[in-house]
């Protein structure tokens, strides 16, 4: 069941990822155009692509955490026997999540410090950003569980994440 809704959420940032991914390209295409040709800047554009680049990368940190793409400590497999790595990604899996959980405190402390702080340009409230950051560090400590509990759950001799 959690890796069924894993999956899904997968799929839903892959999704909306895309989606800002396409919205920061034809905002930056937009601001380079208005910019050098009608010699047009805005500061907002500037702030709103920073803000998309910034919550792409949370985001996109979820989807690669799943397929093991980062958050690991790979060297240490190679010096680990073949019947004790499933515990050495156990323990890799544990201490991401262990991070993760000391990076949601720090992000909502970070949060509190920052809520009537508006952005420079449009003036929006920067809590409303930041709140992507204890979103992600939960997804990322949610995904390695989802690897636990996959490593506990399989047979001797079949393949972890």
């Known amino acids: 069941m959690l890796e069924l809704w894993l999956a899904r959420l997968d799929r839903l ?18 601001a380079v155009i208005l910019r050098y040709v009608f010699s047009i800047s805005f500061a907002g554009s500037e702030e709103a692509v920073s803000l998309i680049f910034v919550m792409t990368s949370l985001l996109g940190s979820v989807c690669v955490a799943r ?3 980062h958050i690991g400590v790979d060297f240490i497999y ?7 790595i499933r ?11 262990v ?20 952005t420079p340009a449009m003036q929006l409230p920067f809590w409303w950003f930041y709140s992507a950051l204890p979103v992600a560090f939960a997804l990322i400590a ?11 759950t399989a047979r001797t001799g079949e393949k972890h994440p």
């Open 13 to 30: 940032l892959v999704l909306a990822n895309i989606a800002l991914m396409g919205a920061l390209t034809l905002m930056v295409m937009t």
């Open 99 to 118: 991070t993760m959980l000391v990076m949601i405190n720090a992000s909502l402390a970070w949060i509190e410090v920052s809520m009537t702080v508006p």
């Open 67 to 69: 397929r093991g793409g």
């Open 142 to 152: 949610l995904v390695e569980f989802g690897k636990i509990v996959r490593i506990l």
């Open 78 to 84: 190679g010096w680990v026997s073949a019947g004790k």
């Open 87 to 97: 515990w050495v990604h156990l323990g890799v899996s544990a201490a991401v999540i």
